[in-house]
């Protein structure tokens, strides 16, 4: 039987570099989030109330990666009297496993499953704070899982609302891929955040940082400058620097299937498609049903008029206008839908929605 299975011809020198989780030792083009990630934090530090902020923008613009740098350098500060507890809300996301990600952090030990109150939960934190006399900053990364299962409003006010009962200072930052959160009177009165905004990056920089993820993960020769170049166009179409990385590493995967030491445009072509599902996929797990029954509307219907969108999403959901609006506007934001205005002569104004991908709801 033939050998499929020789590693040492694989075109990747470390193919971690490609992982969603890797952490570049040199991270461009967030100097300035990052230095406000750390002016928030900082008087945590010596024991003093932290800023709390909203950080917002697409997915693949940088928010977790920055935090994780700031996180590893205020690690490295002794003595510090902060607490960091960073917690994936992806995969957090009912309010009890929340509050047990945080206490696990502070104590290393998970808080008992059954047969406690979150109430009980939120004392303990506090009260564990007390004795360790140190302050907290609280990421809730990805938090728009939170939005979506309704628990969003009640961590964030039982959070910043502890120091009312226990002489504690807690800072918070929640981060979102879609759009600033909708706060209530009585949750702003308490949250007052900074929001830092994380755009897109342009073509040059996305470029710059696929470029410099060849360099380092993989062998010389491997993937040419129009290589590079076409899967920025693509990254920048959606703008998304994650999906930019994954499709290249799944068309370096698809030269090494072809047992080629180069990769192609067909391999780019090969990978573009599981590389789009994959993303539209990271987002139907953060979208509404509203979200998602106008996301599949608007694929079927490719371009369409906002106003026929709206009545055939009525007619699905049976919801009003200020859902289909809200909706829309992410999917807009997302990049998974564009929206333009046209005129229409007699019938004026009327804007236009197009589908820039199938859905795969």
């Known amino acids: 039987m033939k050998n499929y299975l020789k590693w040492e011809q694989t075109l990747f020198r470390d193919r971690e570099v490609f992982d969603s989780g890797y952490v570049p030792e040199v991270f461009l083009y967030r100097e300035a989030q990052m230095k406000s990630i750390g002016y928030a934090i900082a008087p945590g530090i010596e024991g ?3 800023q709390n902020i909203v950080c917002v923008g697409p997915p693949g613009t940088g928010k977790t990666t920055s935090f994780k740098k700031i996180i590893d350098q205020a690690e490295q500060i002794s003595p510090s009297n902060l607490i960091l507890a960073f917690i994936n809300c992806r995969y957090t996301q009912t309010h009890f496993s929340v509050l047990a990600e945080i206490y696990k952090k502070m104590t290393g030990i998970e808080p008992p499953t059954s047969g406690i109150t979150l109430k009980k939960v939120y004392e303990k934190i506090a009260q564990t704070l007390v004795t360790k006399r140190k302050s907290m900053f609280v990421i809730l990364d990805d938090a728009d899982f939170l939005i979506s299962r309704k628990i969003y409003d009640d961590i964030v006010n039982n959070f910043l609302r502890l120091h009312e009962e226990y002489p504690i200072s807690i800072g918070l930052s929640t981060v979102h891929s879609t759009q600033c959160p909708l706060l209530d009177d009585g949750l702003s009165s308490v949250f007052i955040p900074a929001v830092i905004k994380f755009p897109s990056y342009s073509w040059d920089e996305t470029f710059d940082i696929l470029n410099t993820r060849v360099k380092i993960g ?90 026929d969108l709206f009545c055939a999403f009525s007619k699905r959901t049976r919801k009003g206008y200020t859902t289909f609006h809200k909706s829309l506007n992410k999917l807009v934001n997302a990049k998974l839908v564009d929206s333009c205005i046209e005129n229409r002569g007699k019938n004026g104004r009327t804007r236009i929605i197009t589908a820039k991908q199938p859905s795969t709801c």
């Open 48 to 50: 003093k109330q932290p």
């Open 218 to 307: 993989l062998y010389p020769n491997v993937v040419k400058n129009e290589i590079i170049e076409k899967i920025t166009d693509y990254a920048v179409s959606k703008g998304d620097i994650r999906f930019g990385i994954d499709l290249l590493k799944r068309s370096v995967i698809s030269a090494e299937k072809r047992a080629s030491t180069i990769a192609e445009f067909i391999d780019v072509d090969n990978a573009l498609i599981e590389a789009s599902n994959e993303r539209m996929k990271r987002y139907l797990k953060v979208f509404t049903d509203s979200e998602t029954a106008l996301l599949s509307l608007a694929s079927d219907m490719g371009t369409s008029q906002a106003g």
